[in-house]
């Protein structure tokens, strides 16, 4: 059986392209050398030299035009590649087994936006997509009932199976590991650290956490990583991108999030496993499989229940006490994620 895997991009990165790399790696570690499709593929990641790469140019189109473009190229690239079960983590209408980290159309109603000629351009591949599958792997509960109630999906076609994260990597460090990391990312002692992962910080609330900050008289401070952040405030700091994130989980007091729509959220699953617990809103989609020590719940509605979570969390200061095992609330690891993958796989393969 040879699988393929389809993402747009194999390099460093959050999401769905680390998802990627995680399947890549899983299945070449049971034997399989699969076939991996992207618009750009790093060669100095370890997973390249897993893999038979397959790069589909879209540069020389309209940024708008190139996820139906490599779609259609797809198609060819795949038989010409001899796959027989095509995985796609991103929107391809040729996939067996179609990954929903995420629907456009929830993602509007979410937001509260009316959908553009473009965002209708999406939701048509989208469909294809969902239609064509064999199966629909949704990372949550939240993906599974907008799938069903926003695409007309039957419910037997979907089957709820919640990403990995490298638990190698993931961990927790004693305290005066952590105390090196703080000085290191420029925390001071007295400060309560909120961590604010994001490469999109309008999608990812960063505007209403600062606004929940203001009447705030505690130490409190909100580290951004990712895309770089303008003067916002000064209780709101800019420490860079940051290959290693995980150090700047255990460096943290708190990680921090307010999505107007997070399907999943890696952020919080790889932050309570380095000990660190998270503020996250109640509609986050890995809110119902971490454990009740190890998060702070909001409502989005307004600022107020975010202040209110922000000063429960601070008065617990239970950064680094949150055990790994103990956080998360499902087997976590690519390999049993990879089990689950290679059943399915073999199902669609024999017919």
Not at 33 to 52: G, K, N, S, V, W
Not at 153 to 171: C, N, Q, S
Not at 262 to 282: A, K, R
Request: with cysteine; net charge positive.
């Amino acid at each position: 059986m040879k699988i393929g895997v389809s993402c747009n991009v194999m390099q460093h990165s959050g999401g769905m392209e680390r998802y990627a790399r995680d399947l890549a790696r899983g299945i070449a570690e049971r034997g399989f050398r699969p076939a991996y499709f992207a618009r750009r593929l790093d060669p100095t990641l370890p997973e390249h030299a897993m893999i038979d790469p397959h790069r589909i140019n879209v540069s020389f189109l309209p940024g708008k035009l190139r996820d139906a473009w490599f779609s259609w190229r797809l198609r060819h690239a795949r038989r010409a590649a001899a796959v027989d079960v095509m995985v796609g983590c991103n929107r391809v209408d040729s996939s067996d087994i179609a990954v929903c980290g995420g629907t456009h159309r929830g993602f509007l109603r979410a937001c509260g936006r009316k959908p553009t000629l473009f965002d209708r351009w999406q939701i048509a591949l989208e469909e294809r997509q969902y239609a064509n599958a064999a199966i629909i792997l949704a990372h949550s509960p939240l993906m599974r009932d907008e799938l069903i109630e926003l695409y007309g999906i039957h419910e037997a076609k979907v089957r709820i199976l919640r990403p990995p994260v490298d638990t190698a990597r993931f961990t927790p460090v004693d305290a005066p590991a952590r105390a090196a990391l703080r000085k290191r990312l420029g925390f001071q002692d007295h400060e309560c650290v909120l961590l604010f992962p994001s490469s999109s910080h309008v999608r990812k609330g960063l505007a209403l956490v600062e606004a929940a900050l203001r009447d705030l008289d505690e130490p409190v401070v909100v580290a951004v990583v990712g895309r770089p952040v303008g003067a916002v405030s000064p209780r709101v700091r800019y420490i860079g991108f940051q290959r290693e994130i995980e150090d700047c989980y255990r460096a943290a007091d708190f990680t921090i999030l307010a999505s107007a729509y997070e399907p999943f959220g890696l952020v919080g699953i790889e932050s309570v496993m380095c000990g660190t617990p998270v503020i996250i809103p109640s509609t986050m989609g890995c809110a119902d499989v971490i454990a009740r020590h190890a998060k702070y719940v909001f409502e989005r509605r307004g600022v107020l229940s975010l202040r209110a979570a922000i000063r429960r969390a601070v008065a617990s200061r239970c950064a680094a006490t949150t055990k790994r095992e103990k956080a998360v609330l499902y087997d976590a690891s690519v390999a049993a994620h990879i089990d689950s993958l290679l059943a399915l796989a073999n199902l669609v393969h024999s017919g």
